[in-house]
């Protein structure tokens, strides 16, 4: 009898146990035709044009899996781990890590947050929820060449919950260098940055504060990747329609240390509407701005799209963006590094177009998520 409770007992244990963990796979696939005039040829002297199949134009080919165990008194542990792909060849992920993208572990609690350890979107991706286009491949972080979507390693993140319609959210990212800021010992400079956001039922707006140096020297010496950025973002809720907009002041210092006339001064800012017109249809139009002193120039970002969803789980998309340059400016509507166009090396051509060009595309989808 003593052996049947025991065994009873282990069976409900093991039930109560299973009850209170899960873990989730979870993913999407991005796919589509994309067409763009405006690129520049191998020898940067001219312009041509292409077609090609494309992954990630909407939104970022993904995977992962992440889990949640309930220890008890309102407290629970975390994990996450996520990895980009190309649904077009099926290579991935970038970042030469499984997980590019996450790889975190942590725990909650309903009152007092979430604190997290690990690799996480970079806090700059807070302006995800403000971009009419929600950071697809032409859109946020177009003109400042990806400064708005990059990851961070050896990362401690914070998550409040709610108050009164406030949240804050920070993140600190360790050098693991002798050196606290960077040395360049090591693949990463020191990282970090603070977020706080309202929201209410007819407005949310949200400011940022971030910070990457660079892991030569512990500096801000490249506005496009090592640099203080500061954000303020507004969303504001009428019925069908959704208003979004934000401002950015990007900022480096020592610029003794830049080569040439690399700016040191971006301002860029944005402002769009999304019409849902009906519960499967989205119509969107936005407007994207970049100015970069030192003589770098401006440019603009003019984009009209949308989506229809067929499923709960699939959506078609598409995408009509044109990019218009100041005569000193080379910005295209991808987020290109810093530089000439054309052929670069015998593995790497940069679709910068020539200083005062524009480039014009679209591109159609679809994507999936599970």
Known sequence: MKKALLAAALMSAGVVAHAQSSVTLYGRLDAGLEYISGLPNNSYTGSTSRWRAESGDWGTSLWGMKGVEDIGGGNK?????????????????????????WATVGMSNDNYGTLLLGRELFISNGVWDFDPFGQSNW?????????????????????????????????????????????????QGREGGLQLTYTSSLFQVRGIYDEIRNNANGLFTDAFNFSREYT????????PFKIQGAYQAIRTSHDATLAGAAPTSLDHEWGGVTWQATPAAALIAAVYHV??????GNATIYTIGGSYNISKRTLLDIQIATVRNSKT????????????????????????????????GVYAGIQHSF
């Open 139 to 187: 859109s946020s972080a177009s003109l400042v060449r990806g400064r708005n979507w990059p990851q961070s390693s050896n990362n401690i993140s914070y998550q409040s919950p709610k108050f009164y319609g406030f949240d804050a959210y920070g993140q600190y990212a360790l050098s693991n260098a002798t050196n606290w800021n960077g040395n360049g010992t090591t693949s």
């Open 291 to 296: 100015n970069a002193n030192k003589g770098q």
């Open 329 to 360: 400016a080379n910005f295209g509507l991808d987020a290109n590094p810093a530089g000439a166009g054309g052929t670069v090396s015998s593995t790497t051509y940069n679709e910068n177009p020539l200083p005062g060009h524009s480039q014009t």
């Open 232 to 239: 303020a973002a507004v969303n504001v809720f009428l019925g």
């Open 77 to 101: 542990v975390l994990f996450q781990l996520e990895g980009s792909f190309n649904t077009m060849n099926g290579t991935g992920p970038g970042g030469g890590g499984l997980f590019n993208r």
